[in-house]
């Protein structure tokens, strides 16, 4: 009997919307094909709407990193990026899918950092919009199209939501 495929799924945190369904809904459907499925969210950013619930509706639960938010906070991305090599440790999964930006960085670094003691992964990451352009001020979106350059080619797999968005 072959041990189930394991896949620690990361997204930057689960605010109203459709990125955190989808891990919802795709850690559900794994979960209930025989995957062993770990859901691992950061924490909201003040005054946005959580939607946590609907991942514990749909039977997911979810590990919490507090020190994983949105915005860059050298300290906590720190903590964060401990936080998620300890998690990588333990768990050791077949696959990891990270969502959203910060958590796309940090996990493929994390993952990066472990691969020489034996915890190598697939890696997808999964665009579900970007910050690119229009979203931070020119000097952030700069840092993003570097850091997300860089993680890209650690990346087996890149997915993106939509036509415009692989586009892009």
């Known amino acids: 009997m072959t041990e189930p495929i394991k896949i620690l799924r990361v997204i930057t945190r689960l605010n109203v919307g459709g990125p955190a369904q989808h891990v919802a809904y795709l850690s559900a459907g794994l979960s ?19 939607m946590a619930y609907f991942s514990e509706r749909h039977g997911v639960q979810v590990e919490y990193i507090d020190s994983l938010v949105r915005p ?14 300890r998690i990588l440790w333990r768990e050791k999964p077949d696959i990891l899918h990270t969502h959203l930006a910060k958590a796309g960085f940090l996990s493929r670094l994390a993952a990066l950092v472990l691969r020489p003691f034996g915890v ?11 910050v690119f352009h229009s979203y931070f001020s020119n000097r952030q979106n700069n840092l993003h199209l570097v850091l997300e350059r860089l993680s890209a080619r650690q990346t087996d797999r890149i ?7 692989k586009r892009e």
């Open 32 to 50: 209930s094909r025989g995957f062993v499925t770990t859901l691992v969210s950061g924490r909201l950013d003040p005054g946005e709407g959580d």
């Open 159 to 165: 997915v993106a939501v939509s036509e415009r968005l």
């Open 120 to 130: 190598r992964p697939v890696i997808l990451h999964t665009y579900h919009g970007h």
């Open 72 to 85: 860059i906070r050298p300290f906590r991305d720190i903590c964060a990026f401990v936080s998620l090599l």
